[in-house]
Each structure stands twice: as structure tokens, then as C-alpha cells.
């Protein structure tokens, strides 16, 4: 049973799907704690479910590297076998990285390499193509070009806004994050030999 620590920033529909499936007794992880870099709204899932959380706010500290480091402590008193970046919208300083890699993974609304950063949904709408995609990834110390674990493909519709070709990813991104926990937990991905 893999214990899972989940990071996020906003309003966690990713983490409340990945608490739901962790419900499931057959489902071989559970979430041990969720963290947010401010008072995100998606804390209230972690509430729910009766999960413990911490709040780590960026803004609290005079540098990134502060910050990442206030972070690490806060993480690893739960001793995480895996830690889910899981909409956190901050880069994790190196520090963070080699700290908890390899076992540091995260979902990426695209098809990567194709479309990484903060907007990725609005830049794929913005090149015009026919299919986007949703990933997970291990992390390194880039941005969003981590060894690949999943990826699928999710066409663009005619008339797709933002808000309905990100709701149509959404579905995917939690489908493959479920896959990758589980492929981690059987053995299947082994993210010492992706680092």
C-alpha cells in the first residue's frame, strides 16, 4: 500500500478523484496528507475524506528556495512512498526535486513534450491543433519534461473553449494518474530506473 502525500493549489477536482479511487479497498495506495502552497479551495477535499493537511504559502517567504525547503520539512514527517504534484502551479526548487525524486510525479493537462507550462489547454487551442492530450510524468528539474510515465491523446472539438477542452482532459489526466499509482505499487513502473 503505497502512502501518498498530494500537493496542489487550487481547487483539487484531480486530488478529490484520486481520494475516491484510494476508497476502494482493492486500490493499492491511500492519500496520507495533501499540501497547498496557499489557502487553495481544494483543501476542503482532504477535510472530506478525513485526510490531514498543511499549508505551505509561497508568499511567506523571500525566496523560492526558502520556500522549497519549508516545503521538504513539511513533507516528510508523513514519510510518502510516492508525492503527487496534482495542480501545484509553482516550479519545486532542485532542492525539492532531489529531496523527494524519484518518487515525485506529476499530471500535465497536454500531450508532452507538446504544450508544457502553466497554460497549456489555452496554448493548444492557440497553435490551432486537431488533439491535445493529458501525461504524467516523473518529475526533474525542468519544467514538465520529466521522463514520460502515461499519455493520451484528447481531440480539440470545433468551438472547444478552454473551460470544455480542459473539462474533457480532466477525465483522462485522473484515468492515467490512477494507472501510474497502480503501475508503481505492482512493480510495473519503476521510477529509479526513469530518473
Request: hydrophobic fraction near 45%; charged fraction near 25%; include cysteine.
Amino acid at each position: 500500500m503505497l502512502r501518498l502525500v498530494v500537493l496542489i493549489s487550487g481547487g483539487g477536482s484531480n486530488l478529490r478523484a484520486l481520494l475516491q479511487r484510494c476508497d476502494d479497498p482493492a486500490f493499492p495506495a491511500h492519500v496520507v496528507a495533501v499540501g497547498a502552497d496557499r489557502d487553495a479551495a481544494g483543501l476542503v477535499h482532504a477535510d472530506e475524506f478525513g485526510v490531514p493537511s498543511f499549508m505551505t504559502p509561497f508568499t511567506a517567504y523571500s525566496s523560492r528556495e526558502e520556500w522549497g525547503d519549508a516545503l521538504l520539512e513539511a513533507v516528510r514527517p508523513w514519510a510518502p512512498d510516492l508525492v503527487v504534484l496534482s495542480g501545484l502551479m509553482r516550479l519545486l526548487p532542485p532542492r525539492v526535486v532531489d529531496g523527494l525524486g524519484p518518487a515525485l510525479i506529476n499530471t500535465h493537462p497536454a500531450y508532452l513534450p507538446e504544450f508544457p507550462g502553466a497554460h497549456a489547454v489555452r496554448d493548444a487551442l492557440a497553435a490551432g491543433v486537431d488533439e491535445t492530450g493529458a501525461s504524467v510524468i516523473a518529475v526533474d528539474h525542468g519544467c514538465d519534461n520529466g521522463p514520460l510515465l502515461a499519455r493520451e491523446r484528447v481531440a480539440v472539438l470545433p468551438g472547444d473553449t478552454e473551460a470544455t477542452l480542459h473539462d474533457r482532459i480532466k477525465p483522462v489526466e485522473r484515468r492515467l494518474l490512477a494507472e501510474v499509482v497502480e503501475g508503481i505499487a505492482a512493480g510495473r513502473i519503476d521510477l529509479k530506473e526513469r530518473a
